[in-house]
């Protein structure tokens, strides 16, 4: 037992003098790197000092506390973690000052220390600081700031207190030394020159601001950076001469606005008249997503002020040309060889048409629209001249009409819904089942619920004139046919079942009327 108890002791005597070997190196590198002060060196040398917060007791009053009692002061580990890697900062910018080659500058004269914020609980004593020997001639010449301090005060010695960074002030000063200062900030990334700037603009190093301001031109930046390089740059209010430049890719000119709708009319015709089918799509699509993140122009500051005259220049030429190629496809022989060419190009106008109604429903403003569609009775009878599988596209407008008035979206007085169906409905029941089978871009249930929805916003005899027809046909087309039913259901009620209701409890009321 006694061997046992002497063989432990020994491995303790061991653990303990390798933990004192590995703290008096740790203590040794500090002490290299300038974190503590060495009193055996000359005062000219680089020292950084981070006093420690309050430590335990003691076992003697008038004891002082060894610096491995300092270290061994426990703290919150997110905060040792912040003050390690700000140490590590500020190491890897000091290894790089030139002001520590006495060879090239001499030794410094001033003596500059720099003070993080003392943390909540913390003694200012206790805050992060770092001290550094550099030299007047630099200071004075570089920055505008300390040449008045070190002016007005006439000492050898300035501090700066309360700073968010320490490490970039480091860095701030470490670069009035260099004579190449945009070199030295290759491949920072602009959270870093934004900090860096800051710092350069208080204490007017102009300098660095022109070569932060220079280096923020040049590089390209995320839509996050973006947001912080004009945040930050309208917060130090610096000289406009200087910053447009960095500017001019994100803040347009103050008429660019009224441009916004010849640049959509301009990008708009290309997609209309685009060769590349592919392409097209994809650009419809884009421009879609792009004007559909403010579509109802609540905010003000990103809204894109497109004209209703705009939008509806680019409906006529669409109109135009769907009626042109509906024109001659109806007189064109059927062995044309061009045939199928033309017939594709009635699907691609209609196509056309239904992107800008739906910009124009996005917006709100398909009002005029439903209108000018109910006018197209031409349109419609040339319509019914052209073979289903190349016309159902046509259709497909109409659909999306009724879908969008279905929704409450587009708004019109009941003589201009029953306009358009009248025109357009019989067209819509004759295109319905190539329309089911065309592919992905048709929701069945979406279009019957919006014509359902349509129809019962008219006037109960003109619901019945539409419905009782819709009856016949269904019988007789079944899924080729929309399958309104659920409107037809509420026409009955409505025209049979909850009349009678409303009329027993109007001749109660008026029974119930005193003389």
Known sequence: ???????????????????????????????????????????????????????????????????????????????????????????????????????????????????????????????????MDVHRRVLTAKSRYFADKLRRSG??????????????????????YSAELKTKLLGAEVSKILALLQICSAIMFDDGIRACLEYLEAVPWSEGEEESVVSNLNQLQLDCSRTDTVLQRVVADPWASSRADNVFLKLSLGVLQAKDDKARREMKALISRLLREDPDGSSLQN???????????????????????????????????????LMAEISREADNMQWILGILTDRKMGDEFVKLWADQKELAILHSKIPTMYRHEISKITAQLCISMGKGKILVPKETRFALLSTWLEALYDDFGWMRMSGKSIDRKLIEEGLSQTILTLPLPQQQSILLKWFD???????????????????????????????????????????
């Open 1 to 131: 037992m006694a061997s046992d108890s002497n063989s432990n002791n020994t491995t303790n005597h061991h653990k303990s003098m390798s933990s004192r070997s590995h703290q008096q190196q740790l203590v040794s590198t500090m002490i290299k790197q300038g974190f503590i002060s060495d009193p055996f060196l000359s005062p000219s040398r680089l020292s950084t000092l981070s006093p420690p917060p309050t430590y335990r007791a003691l076992t003697s009053p008038n004891q002082s506390p060894t610096l491995f009692e300092v270290m061994s002061v426990e703290q919150p580990r997110p905060a040792l973690e912040a003050r390690k890697k700000l140490q590590e900062r500020v190491s890897f910018a000091l290894s790089h000052a030139p002001f520590k080659i006495s060879d090239q500058w001499g030794a410094g004269d001033v003596r500059l220390t720099v003070a993080a914020r003392a943390e909540a609980g913390e003694r200012e004593a206790g805050a992060f600081r770092v001290t």
């Open 473 to 515: 046909r269904f019988l007789n087309r079944g899924d080729d046919c929309p399958n309104i039913q659920r409107a037809f259901e509420i026409w009955w009620r409505r025209a049979f079942v909850k009349q009678y209701a409303i009329e027993s409890q109007l001749q109660l009321a008026v029974c119930g009327v005193p003389d």
């Open 155 to 176: 000492t050898h010695s300035v501090e700066i207190l309360d700073c968010d960074d320490v490490a970039v002030y480091v860095e701030a000063v470490v670069l009035m």
């Open 303 to 341: 809204s894109l002020d497109i004209s209703r005259d705009t939008l509806y220049q680019l409906c006529h030429r669409c109109l135009g040309s769907l009626v042109l190629c509906l024109s001659e496809a109806a007189c064109l022989d059927e062995s044309r060889q061009d045939r199928g060419t």
